[in-house]
T-cell receptor, first 115, second 113 residues
Framework: NAGVTQTPKFRVLKTGQSMTLLCAQDMNHEYMYWYRQDPGMGLRLIHYSVGEGTTAKGEVPDGYNVSRLKKQNFLLGLESAAPSQTSVYFC??????????????FGEGSRLTVL | QKEVEQDPGPLSVPEGAIVSLNCTYSNSAFQYFMWYRQYSRKGPELLMYTYSSGNKEDGRFTAQVDKSSKYISLFIRDSQPSDSATYLCAMTLGIRGYNKLIFGAGTRLAVHP
């Protein structure tokens, strides 16, 4: 059971380049999330999805787009990368409804550097 | 002012010490309180979960919530080198919908032999 898998784990981009981070979960979770983690800032929610075909903005959505075409996958896109988007990105998933204890299941992170 | 404040540390203690980690928050409507542990270059994982006020114990770990003071704590007894990690507090208004967790910045803990 792999849980939440993120690819790639590391990436270096130049300003203005685009890229997509892929998140895959095999726990049949309805809810999926993308966070960024920066020193002194904690984890901040970028976008989230409550089901296949749905997405919504989180706390810091500007400069990012997401898609949830399949239940098990959640993609995070950067159309024109900026140095301010240098960060560690975490994907997470969770149960909805009665099974929900508030627990998020995280991937191992994707380290992105924008030069 | 951040909704959740957490001292980033680092906190360095000898093996066997009692560790106290704390967070304060400003939103009195928070109902669910969690502690996540994050090892270096890994994703966070849930360590403790508490609803409303009170204490919860799990082995060497005790989570405490004082809603009147808007203050939560995590105590680690008989700390071990394997406890060396960053500890993130998190809280949310409710869990009926998606988990809108608000995280603290994390406290880095080092337990040395």
């Amino acid at each position: 059971n792999a849980g939440v898998t993120q690819t790639p784990k590391f990436r270096v981009l130049k300003t203005g380049q685009s890229m997509t981070l892929l998140c895959a979960q095999d726990m049949n979770h309805e809810y999926m999330y993308w966070y960024r983690q920066d020193p002194g800032m904690g984890l901040r929610l970028i976008h989230y999805s409550v089901g296949e075909g749905t997405t919504a903005k989180g706390e810091v959505p500007d400069g990012y787009n997401v898609s949830r075409l399949k239940k098990q996958n959640f993609l995070l896109g950067l159309e024109s990368a900026a140095p301010s988007q240098t960060s560690v990105y975490f994907c997470a998933s969770s149960y909805p409804g009665q099974k929900n204890t508030g627990e998020l299941f995280f991937g191992e992170g994707s380290r992105l550097t924008v030069l | 002012q951040k909704e959740v404040e957490q001292d980033p540390g680092p906190l360095s203690v000898p093996e066997g010490a009692i560790v106290s980690l704390n967070c304060t928050y400003s939103n009195s409507a928070f109902q669910y309180f969690m502690w996540y542990r994050q090892y270096s270059r890994k994703g966070p994982e849930l360590l403790m979960y508490t609803y409303s006020s009170g204490n919860k114990e799990d082995g060497r770990f005790t989570a405490q919530v004082d809603k009147s003071s808007k203050y939560i704590s995590l105590f680690i007894r008989d700390s071990q080198p394997s406890d060396s990690a960053t500890y993130l507090c998190a809280m949310t208004l409710g869990i009926r919908g998606y988990n809108k967790l608000i995280f603290g910045a994390g406290t880095r803990l080092a337990v040395h032999p």
